[in-house]
């Protein structure tokens, strides 16, 4: 284990540093890209999705599709500006999902998120949106920095029975991470964004608190690049 510290860098602030931190880690925590109010609009509107009218609680895939908010949020130009350096040129929406995390759910396994999207090296990226605060305890992320270094990984097949409130896909494998590589686990705060290479190894824990754990997840590619629209996501480029 390694310290959840890092230093305080902000695109806003200090973007040449900032960029330079993300392209060595693999991920970057850029606080207060949502206000308290946005943060609760999001919240408030997730209640009117599917999948917390039918009680089950599973994270609802592209919910952009059907309330504008959420759209909305994708395109946030803070949040875009940002992503356009990440992925080296003009940045396209691919992916929303809207997590519950109601306690008790358990984690995602370790995964590269490119692992799903196949898209070129270093063209897409990730955008996890924390609308409550997130640690440990509380269903934080997990991150194994520098590992985007290393391309796509090898994974091996769990045995893992499913649990209703996560996503279908969370438990089906994880990633097998080099031994030279230290587990991180990331806190963040809320309205805070930790944007994720698509190549470096993460997961979550599972939320263990009384609390729910929503967070919005939001990825990205550069405009033009080939991807995997997936049967399950059925991803779509979204001008922004």
């Known amino acids: 284990m390694i310290s959840d510290k890092i230093e305080k860098?902000?695109?806003l602030t200090h973007p040449?540093?900032?960029l330079a931190s993300y392209m060595d880690k693999g991920f970057f925590i850029e606080e207060n890209l949502f206000s308290d109010e946005e943060c609760a609009a999001l919240?408030?509107?997730s209640s009117e999705l599917e999948n917390a009218k039918n009680a089950t609680y599973r994270p609802q895939m592209m919910p952009h599709r059907t309330n504008p908010i959420y759209l909305d949020a994708m395109r946030?130009?803070?949040?875009s500006?940002?992503?356009n350096k990440l992925v080296g040129g003009k940045a396209v929406g691919l992916q929303t999902e809207?997590?519950?995390c109601k306690p008790g759910t358990r984690g995602f396994s370790l995964h590269q998120d490119n692992f799903f999207v196949q898209a070129p090296l270093g063209a897409f990226a990730s955008a996890w949106i924390a609308l409550t605060d997130t640690y440990f305890e509380k269903g934080g992320l997990i991150v194994y920095p520098g590992t985007h270094k290393e391309?796509?990984?090898p994974v091996r097949k769990l045995e893992l029975s499913k649990d209703s409130a996560q996503d279908p896909n969370a438990n089906n494998e994880e990633t097998v991470v080099p031994p030279q590589y230290q587990l991180m686990n990331a806190s963040v705060p809320k309205g805070a964004?930790?944007?994720i290479h698509g190549h470096l190894v993460h997961g979550s824990n599972s939320n263990q608190t009384n609390e729910w754990r929503y967070v919005l997840l939001n990825t990205y590619i550069r405009e033009g690049e080939d991807f995997r629209p997936g049967n399950y996501a059925r991803r779509e480029a979204v001008q922004l």
């Open 9 to 11: 860098l902000s695109f």
């Open 16 to 18: 040449e540093q900032s």
């Open 43 to 45: 919240i408030k509107a």
């Open 76 to 79: 946030k130009p803070a949040l």
């Open 81 to 83: 500006n940002i992503m």
């Open 98 to 100: 809207l997590f519950y």
């Open 151 to 153: 391309g796509l990984l």
């Open 193 to 195: 964004v930790l944007f």
